[in-house]
């Protein structure tokens, strides 16, 4: 064995430290057409270590041990984390019950389904104390394999689920957790199946947009109203400090420099795949860098200007990266509409 250790390179040790996961197992499996079936999906393996094989053959093997499941493997990937596609993915691999191993650099992680619980699942994520730019030890799979493992059987035997992204419940078990010392660990958890979910949202974002203004002109010569349109280009920066609500702050460039602060809450439609957004804010104009042609002298707003009112928006998440398109209008001394879309990034 000394000398197995000393030659062995990193790859056959893992697959040294998966053997014997699945040696100190029984490997009958039961009838796949016995109740309380279990579903051992296809393994996320982000790592170049070519794993996945061998987690969900542990992951089957230690499932059908507790005697609990009649665990069988399934050539199939979750297709995502809404409740609809959850349903869908029941069907196709004939079974109540799935789960899979998802595997980083840093971390292991075991995801549970149980299909009479359409709102909610399991999830236990394990970091590993190596750095992400060094080889992982086989010591280091095995006790997070393990470790994750006990405690999604726990939660499962204890009928302890927590929400879906996006839903109710998940805010709910996110509120009690955060009460308690393991407000890391929730976190840590809540990012990982947001990623997985493609809708990774993070406390701060910064974006930037570009559209059109359409601003009253205060003339000194003629006492009617006009309104003069012109191309804007935006920024802004945010932090989402209690869900829904965030504040923002940014500015616009058009004929005008236009400092603004808003409150925005946002609205989930479906399965959070759409967003719609109300804010509320307030800007101020504080110079004008130019002038639109054939307006010269007639749009000037006075600098300190300010300016109140509402918006509306929508939102459509992609990894981190939200395309936002929205509509804001002013009121005051003078009255300006901002229609924007561009991106909405977390940091």
């Known amino acids: 064995m000394d000398w197995i250790k000393k030659t062995a390179g990193p790859v056959f040790k893992f697959y040294l430290a998966l053997f014997s996961i699945l040696f100190i197992s029984n490997f009958g499996f039961a009838d796949s057409n016995s ?4 579903a051992i999906l296809n393994t996320m393996d982000k790592t170049e270590l070519g794993l996945s094989q061998s987690l969900q053959e542990a992951l089957g093997t230690a499932a059908a041990n507790t005697n609990l499941f009649q665990a069988f493997y399934a ?8 409740e609809e596609e959850l349903q869908s993915d029941f069907k196709k691999v004939g079974s109540d019950l799935m789960s899979y191993v998802y595997f980083e650099p840093t971390r292991l992680s075991i995801f549970f389904f149980d299909s009479s619980r359409p709102k909610e699942f399991i999830v236990s994520s394990q970091k590993f104390t190596t750095p992400e730019d060094a080889n992982i030890s086989s010591e280091e799979v095995q006790l997070a394999f393990r470790t994750a493992f006990q405690e999604v059987i726990s939660s499962y ?25 393991t407000q890391f660990v929730a976190a ?12 990774s949202e993070k406390p701060l974002y910064i ?5 059109m203004s359409r601003f009253e002109t205060l003339s000194t010569v ?5 309104f003069a349109s012109t191309v804007n280009i935006g920024a802004v920066f945010g932090y989402r400090f209690y869900s829904p609500f965030s504040a923002e702050i940014g ?5 005008h420099f236009l400092l603004h602060s808003e409150v925005r809450s946002q609205i989930p439609l479906g399965q959070n795949y759409v967003k719609l957004s109300a804010s509320l804010g307030v800007a101020r104009f504080m110079s004008q860098p130019t002038e639109n042609l054939g307006y010269s002298g007639v749009n000037s707003i006075a600098q300190g200007t300010l300016v109140y009112g509402p918006g509306l928006g929508f939102e459509i ?3 981190g990266v939200n395309i936002r398109a929205e509509g804001r209008y002013y009121l005051g001394p003078t009255s300006v509409f901002l229609g924007t879309y561009g991106i909405v990034y977390s940091l």
């Open 35 to 38: 109740e309380n079936k279990l």
């Open 75 to 82: 050539n199939y990937t979750l297709t995502g984390f809404s």
């Open 157 to 181: 035997v204890a009928k302890e689920f927590q929400g879906l992204p996006g839903s109710k419940a998940e805010e709910k078990s996110l509120a009690v957790e955060e009460s308690y010392d």
């Open 188 to 199: 840590d958890v809540k990012k990982l199946y947001r990623e997985l979910a493609a809708l």
């Open 207 to 211: 974006g930037a947009n570009v559209g």
């Open 222 to 226: 003629n006492p009617k109203k006009t």
């Open 251 to 255: 500015a616009d460039f058009f004929t």
């Open 317 to 319: 998440p992609l990894l």
